[in-house]
């Protein structure tokens, strides 16, 4: 019978070096399903590790995820930043390979994170489209309500003007999920597989209650959102929709879309005077850092809420 007589260094050092990189990938990407990411976040993390995989190829460097080296993810990088890339993608993908060889090392798939040592680079700080209220007034106004879809594109626009949903999180809301009696939705298929309640006002339940009257029972179908053909929406039929009321009323200057009704959610909750950590909550985020960002752009009347919020003006008044 043969002895091991290697040192566990060499042990794990001999096993990884019989990992390739789409093996490796795989078992990154079920982990990630194990702990209840969605696909899409899934095929994001895919997608940015498939284009680092096709650098190295490139760059005749070695893919076996033990044999890479943190100089070689620096050339990777490089080359990135060559090809024009912006800082922006090129932060995604270093995103992805920081959380890949974290992985693997903690399963000592590899010995040790070479993406430890990579910075991200500064990305220029975007301006936050929102729509104007002058333009949310004629966007509602171009559904024609006495039409199944009118009527159904007129609540979604609410809904997710009301709450500001994520568009996944819009077509993933079921019937058995609207809690309307208490005027709530249970959001089940959130960011991280992590569920949330959010609120719509008299107006919204309103509407989705009579959109709900027309769409009727639907067997095997158990989602809100249902098309012409009775099947489920899908993300991209609420985008087309979206779009074609945007060219109705010719906007300018904003993108039509489900990610902008979620922005546009945040400013007006902000310049109310919502709190940052109810938003925090009712947007599902995992930390404050983008609620802070919505804070600094939108919360700039810190006087009028001074007046409204002072512990002396309440006291003394």
Aim: proline residues 4%; aromatic residues 8%.
């Amino acid at each position: 019978m043969n002895r091991r007589r290697t040192t566990v260094e060499q042990e794990l050092m001999d096993r990884s070096d019989r990992i390739n990189w789409d093996e490796a990938l795989q078992q990154f990407l079920d982990s990630l399903k194990m702990r209840g990411l969605s696909f899409h976040t899934r095929r994001w993390h895919r997608e940015n590790l498939q284009a680092v995989f096709k650098s190295l190829v490139h760059l005749n460097f070695a893919t076996a995820p033990s044999l890479i080296t943190d100089k070689m993810l620096q050339e990777v990088v490089l080359k990135m930043v060559d090809a024009g890339l912006s800082n922006t993608t090129i932060n995604h993908r270093v995103r992805s390979l920081k959380q890949f060889y974290q992985y693997l090392v903690v399963e000592s798939i590899v010995p040790a994170n070479p993406a430890e040592k990579i910075d991200r680079r500064k990305a220029p700080v975007n301006l936050i489209e929102t729509f104007t209220e002058e333009q949310l007034a004629k966007l509602l106004a171009v559904p024609d309500k006495t039409r199944f879809v009118g009527l159904r594109d007129y609540a979604m626009m609410l809904l997710l003007l009301d709450t500001g949903v994520r568009l996944s999180e819009l077509v993933g809301i079921k019937l058995v999920d609207l809690k309307l009696s208490e005027n709530e939705i249970v959001i089940t298929e959130g960011k991280g597989g992590k569920q949330r309640r959010v609120f719509v006002s008299p107006k919204t339940k309103e509407m989705i209650l009579k959109y709900i009257r027309v769409r009727g029972d639907i067997p095997g179908n158990p989602y809100l959102l249902v098309s012409n053909e009775n099947l489920p929406m899908k993300r991209r039929n609420v985008q087309e929709r979206l779009s074609i009321y945007g060219q109705a009323v010719n906007l300018e200057g904003v993108r039509v879309s489900p990610h902008t009704f979620r922005h546009t959610f945040a400013k007006l909750y902000i310049m109310r005077g919502g709190d940052p950590f109810s938003l925090q909550a009712l947007l599902g985020h995992s930390t404050l850092e983008m609620v802070r960002h919505y804070v600094n752009l939108w919360g700039s009347d810190l006087q009028k809420m001074h007046r409204q919020f002072s512990p002396v003006s309440y006291l003394l008044r």
